[in-house]
């Protein structure tokens, strides 16, 4: 158990619906990282948070955006949904932004687009 | 930009066989280097890493050895066993990055009694 927490483990819905996973970071850890796992893209960096400001953004589509909370839990938010938009999102915390390079990842959200 | 390429799979072995999984990067200075490992079911979780040249991670047997003239970072086992079956990822963190990862497309390994 890493100690991150994602909800809802399955998402099952349809095109261009929007939906909203939750991730709750190890105690103590102040950055959140969000990662999209697909058959043909592999994982792919979405974007991180630290203390809740955005510090770093990958292949984030503008159908999607993030935010970290007070209590540093954070939400993804995907809308419009699309077929491609199918994966595993794995959430990923770690104490600090420059460091060991050691995330510890949840077990995912699997979201299926029909 | 910066990429890590992995030997395709699945890799299927018996139990007690030499595992090599091969791993190459590209990257502009010198960034650190990992595998990490996903079990079924499971999110990813740190196997070993290296953060300068030569130098050698390890963990539950298995090692890789950061190689800067190759731009390699190849995962061994001496003898794996059933419990290794899970996918593994090459990542590195660039230089001057902070923890964002990027990671190879993963390579699952099988292994039979």
């Known amino acids: 158990d890493s100690g991150v927490t994602q909800t809802p483990k399955h998402l099952i819905t349809a095109t261009g619906q929007r939906v909203t996973l939750r991730c709750s970071p190890r105690?103590?850890?102040?950055?959140v990282y969000w990662y999209q796992q697909s058959l043909d893209q592999g994982l792919q960096f979405l974007i991180q948070?630290?203390?809740?400001?955005?510090?770093a953004k990958g292949n984030i589509l503008e159908r999607f955006s993030a935010q970290q909370f007070p209590d540093l839990h954070s939400e993804l938010n995907l809308s419009s949904l699309e077929l491609g938009d199918s994966a595993l999102y794995f959430c990923?915390?770690?104490?600090?932004?420059?460091?060991?390079?050691?995330?510890?990842f949840g077990e995912g959200s699997r979201l299926t687009v029909l | 930009g910066d990429s890590v390429t992995q030997m395709e799979g699945p890799v299927t072995l018996s139990e007690e066989a030499f595992l090599t999984i091969n791993c190459t990067y590209t990257?502009?200075?010198?960034?650190?280097l990992f595998w990490y490992v996903q079990y079924p079911g499971e999110g990813l979780q740190l196997l070993l890493k290296?953060?300068?040249?030569?130098d050698k991670g390890s963990n539950k047997g298995f090692e890789a050895t950061y190689r800067k003239e190759t731009t390699s970072f190849h995962l061994e086992k001496g003898s794996v066993q059933v419990s290794d079956s899970a996918v593994y990822f090459c990542?590195?963190?660039?230089?001057?990055?902070?923890?964002?990862?990027?990671f190879g497309g993963g390579t699952r390994l099988m292994v039979k009694p």
């Open positions: 990923a915390s770690s104490v600090e932004d420059h460091g060991s390079g050691e995330l510890f």
């Open positions: 105690s103590g850890d102040l950055s």
């Open positions: 948070y630290y203390n809740g400001e955005e510090r």
């Open positions: 990257a502009t200075g010198y960034p650190s």
């Open positions: 290296a953060t300068k040249a030569d």
């Open positions: 990542a590195l963190r660039p230089s001057l990055a902070g923890n964002m990862l990027t």
